[in-house]
């Protein structure tokens, strides 16, 4: 199964670039950008379709791995790792400043979020989860 997820993920890289994002840039109807972190562990480039919201000057991203009960891989480098994160959405790309959102304002924050992704599908998530999801904005620099 992970080495599926892990070619579903380079096909979905691979369609997105090539097309500037007009085909795979939404996931049932949802926005997808592609973020690129480099492994804390490995100094490897990581690609990863992330569906986001816009929100102000900057994007929202939810760590929720489609409802796993553990933080996906690209939550731990763009957060804990030394080096830039990059997305791309659609033909643009750009380097980010990433926070996690806390307090009140990642409760507003995450209200939009859930209203924007669909509330049933994040409950979905939330539920079969059993945890938090961590909240990131994503600043371009």
């Not at 569906?51 to 009960?69: E, F, I």
Request: charged share 25%.
């Amino acid at each position: 199964m992970k080495l599926l997820n892990k070619f579903f993920i380079a096909l979905h890289v691979f369609i997105y670039r090539k097309s500037g994002g007009k085909l795979w840039g939404k996931e049932g109807g949802r926005d997808v950008l592609l973020m690129t972190t480099i492994g804390r562990k490995t100094g490897k480039a990581r690609v990863n379709p992330v569906c986001y919201v816009p929100d102000g000057d900057g994007y929202l991203v939810l760590a929720s791995a489609a409802g796993a009960p553990k933080r996906p891989g690209w939550y731990w480098n763009a957060v804990k790792g030394l080096a830039p994160v990059a997305i791309q959405i659609k033909d643009s790309i750009m380097a980010v400043h990433v926070v996690e959102i806390q307090g009140d304002e990642r409760e507003t924050a995450y209200e939009k979020y859930k209203q924007a992704m669909g509330v049933e599908l994040i409950n979905r998530y939330e539920k079969k989860a059993g945890i938090d999801f961590p909240l990131l904005r994503l600043t371009p620099q």
